[in-house]
């Protein structure tokens, strides 16, 4: 029988506050306030990846992490090399905030996969849009190549250098600078932490439209940098339609400020849109402006189970009204069969409890050896015949092939483990994936990006004419390249 734990506790209501928070930057720093441990843990003993917010202390990897120019063969581009001069240049600019020492710059040169390794052997930590713009305008007269860096989350090693690209953390731009608790808009710092931006908007009766399993290291920048999509999608839809405005530092230097808080404006091109998504590679967010739903006063989440596990989430105004909803639907849902076992969690406690089975999916993959990512849009329909076929496929050459994602978005993340990295693994994988995902018109890239691992097979999920004009975009705006090079876009032919 069904051992449902319709948990009758309730949770009370949220105060209202009609209070307007006005942050400025010289006000109290949320990011201090709410000073957290990183969601992600490292994934080999003794490589720490704590402390984004702050630099981190030095690590030791147990196992040092091929270089990524070596495991993939790729040429450096003629960018010139950091010299004494640049160096007194940048010291100078940002007095205490240029980091030179291997030790400390080790973590920041290695994805969290534990993937991908450059070689950088220079990070600068800006606090204002005025110094990231000194740190472009003297980079693109030098020709210095750069990689913006946030909370080093980053599954397709798009947040780490390929060679030693100078990298531009925006860990100490962690400002909020205001929220209307009218509007829900907030205008905050590019470096803010997902997860203190939720806590403090929490506070203030409102949440952020998204949320990641990464919310305790990813920066809000580079969640908009890389359009990154996560759990509450389905309900509050994706970035493109939350951010209502951005500041960029373009490479060149000038600042392109676009910060509005409206939720209307045609006035001409919707310039934005092109920075959210572009992975930092046509210019370096600044600054956020982003619309917040309210925290909701009733939240129900329900793991049910038949061949597969489901979590749903539903969260609304009046807990009785949800709960009756719910309810007809798991009556429906089991009198058919499709479900034979379940829980409902209305409590805070057991929602974070069954929500971190879920968030903690990639963490767990890393304990079985090296991982294979693919994050892919299909339609719902032929969402896990993808898995099928790929394990019918390998065979005994790989050691798993799961499959989970976000279903009610047509998002399947295909993992595939094996003991080690191998060429021939990779090429049995690829691009027999891109091209079962390009039969169906998916996407090859739902959320994560292309970064450095991916950018190769765009023309699988867009036409030539597109990928020309991507290119043409990007040598208008970054005409050098300097801006996170190797990354997203193959190089024009
Ligand atoms: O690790 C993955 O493949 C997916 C990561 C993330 O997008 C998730 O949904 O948990
Ligand atoms: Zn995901």
Redesign the pocket.
């Known amino acids: 029988l069904p051992r449902w734990q319709m948990n009758g506790h309730k949770r009370p209501l949220a105060v209202w506050t009609s209070a307007t928070a006005q942050w400025t930057l010289k006000q109290k720093k949320p990011a201090e306030l709410y000073r957290i441990p990183v969601s992600r843990p490292p994934i080999l003993s003794g490589t720490s990846l704590l402390g984004k917010g702050a630099l981190s202390t030095t690590s030791i990897s147990p196992k040092e992490v091929m270089l990524t120019s070596e495991r993939y063969g790729v040429q450096r581009l003629p960018f010139s090399h950091v010299s004494d001069s640049d160096l007194t240049f940048f010291e100078h600019l940002i007095p205490g905030r240029v980091i030179t020492d291997p030790d400390e710059l080790r973590p920041f040169n290695v994805d969290w996969l534990q993937s991908v390794r450059g070689c950088s052997k220079m990070l600068l930590r800006p606090r204002t849009a005025a110094e990231v713009s000194e740190i472009l305008r003297y980079c693109n007269k030098r020709k210095l190549a750069v990689n913006p860096q946030g909370g080093n989350t980053g599954?397709v090693g798009g947040s780490v250098p390929v060679f030693d690209e100078i990298i531009i953390s925006t860990a100490l731009m962690n400002q909020v600078i205001s929220f209307n608790s009218v509007s829900g808009i907030l205008v905050c710092q590019a470096g803010c932490i997902l997860e203190n931006l939720n806590q403090y908007l929490e506070e203030l009766d409102f949440i952020m439209p998204l949320d990641?399993?990464a919310k305790g290291s990813c920066h809000i920048g580079g969640n908009v940098a890389t359009n990154a999509?996560?759990l509450r999608l389905l309900r509050y839809g994706s970035l493109r339609g939350t951010v209502l405005g951005l500041e960029v530092v373009l490479a060149d230097g000038s600042i392109l400020n676009c910060l509005a808080s409206l939720r209307k404006d045609n006035t001409g091109y919707d310039l934005k849109q092109l920075f959210i998504g572009s992975e930092g590679t046509l210019g370096i967010i600044t600054a956020v402006s982003i619309l917040c739903p309210r925290k909701p006063k009733s939240v129900n989440l329900v793991f049910l189970g038949s061949p597969f596990y489901i979590l749903i989430e539903t969260s609304g105004s009046n807990s009785a009204h949800d709960e009756e909803k719910l309810n007809n639907f798991l009556e429906h849902v089991m009198a058919s069969g499709l479900v034979t076992d379940g829980t409902v969690a209305t409590e805070d406690k057991k929602i974070k409890m069954l929500w971190s089975l879920r968030?903690r999916?990639?963490e767990a993959?890393t304990h079985d050896g090296c991982v294979y990512?693919y994050?892919l849009s299909l339609p719902v329909e032929r969402l896990y015949d993808l898995v099928i076929d790929t394990r019918a496929r390998l065979g005994k050459t790989a050691k798993n092939v799961v499959g989970y994602?976000?279903l009610g978005d047509g998002n399947l993340?295909l993992?595939i483990t094996a003991e080690s990295y191998s060429h021939s693994l990779l090429n049995a994988i690829e691009p027999f994936v891109y091209e079962w995902t390009a039969q169906y018109n998916g996407s090859i890239s739902a959320?994560?990006g292309l970064g450095f691992k991916k950018k190769h097979y765009i023309q699988y999920s867009k036409p030539q004419e597109a990928v020309l004009l991507m290119q043409q975009v990007k040598a208008m705006l970054d005409p050098k390249g300097i801006l996170n090079p190797y990354k997203t876009l193959p190089a024009s032919s």
């Open positions: 599954l990641l399993g999509g996560g968030e999916i990639t993959l990512k994050d994602g976000h993340h993992n959320e994560h």
